[in-house]
């Protein structure tokens, strides 16, 4: 079955620590993959996204994700958390193409200490 | 540019109303979808349109529960009757992708049936 899982519900970093937010997928192909951020009270903004090409990409506010096939990952992180970066994430997976559906993970919620 | 608009922001109504979202997808997308997020199953889609007509109402929960696009720049999520178990954050979002694609979500309406 087609899946998505965000092992850590919840992880606290220090500010200017470095962060990495885990992903995995099942499926049989290589599907369209993106994480999304959540802050409160607000909707998912797109942070990065992969179709193809270079496996490391790079988003806005600092971000960036690599996918690695063999281990059916695709992982976000940034070199050093700011307090702003506080919020949900969530890694979606995209399946059958184009015209196929969107999975979530469960999300991530990050806190960050001063 | 203007992005998902939604309203209303938050509603709060008694078991047994009938409530109305409200969604204006960003223009010249062609799809358009309804998410629900609880705490417990995280984020669902309900229902998604392509070029104003249905494809997907498989996550609708039951039959209280309807959906419709009447142009491509206005869509609706009626629940009537309401039940305290509707209670949640109810997102549109909208694509020039397809379901598999990038989404762009609204800010979201935030229910609470009491």
């Known amino acids: 079955a087609q899946s998505v899982t965000q092992p850590d519900i919840h992880i606290t970093v220090s500010e200017g620590a470095s962060l990495e937010l885990r992903c995995n997928y099942s499926?049989?192909?290589?599907?369209?993959l993106f994480w999304y951020v959540q802050s409160p009270g607000q909707g998912l903004q797109l942070l990065l996204k992969?179709?193809?090409?270079?496996?490391l990409v790079q988003g806005i506010k600092g971000f960036e994700a690599e996918f690695k096939r063999s281990q059916s990952s695709f992982n976000l992180r940034k070199p050093s958390v700011h307090w702003s970066d506080a919020a949900e994430y969530f890694c979606?997976?995209?399946?059958?193409?184009?015209?196929?559906?969107?999975?979530f993970g469960q999300g991530t919620e990050l806190s960050v200490k001063p | 540019d203007a992005g998902v608009i939604q309203s209303p922001r938050h509603e709060v109504t008694e078991m047994g109303q009938e409530v109305t979202l409200r969604c204006k997808p960003i223009?010249?997308?062609?799809?358009l979808f309804w998410y629900r997020q609880t705490m417990m199953r995280g984020l669902e889609l309900l229902i998604y349109?392509?070029?104003?007509?249905?494809?997907?109402d498989s996550g609708m929960p039951e039959d209280r529960f309807s959906a419709k696009m009447p142009n491509a720049s206005f869509s609706t999520l009626k629940i009537q009757p309401s039940e305290p178990r509707d209670s949640a954050v109810y997102f549109c979002?909208?694509?020039?992708?397809?379901?598999?694609?990038?989404?762009?979500f609204g800010e979201g309406s935030r229910l609470t049936v009491l």
């Open positions: 979002a909208s694509s020039p992708l397809g379901p598999a694609g990038e989404l762009f």
């Open positions: 499926y049989g192909a290589t599907p369209y």
């Open positions: 992969y179709f193809s090409g270079d496996t």
């Open positions: 979606a997976v995209g399946v059958g193409g184009q015209g196929g559906k969107l999975i």
């Open positions: 223009s010249g997308h062609d799809y």
């Open positions: 349109f392509n070029n104003n007509v249905p494809i997907d």
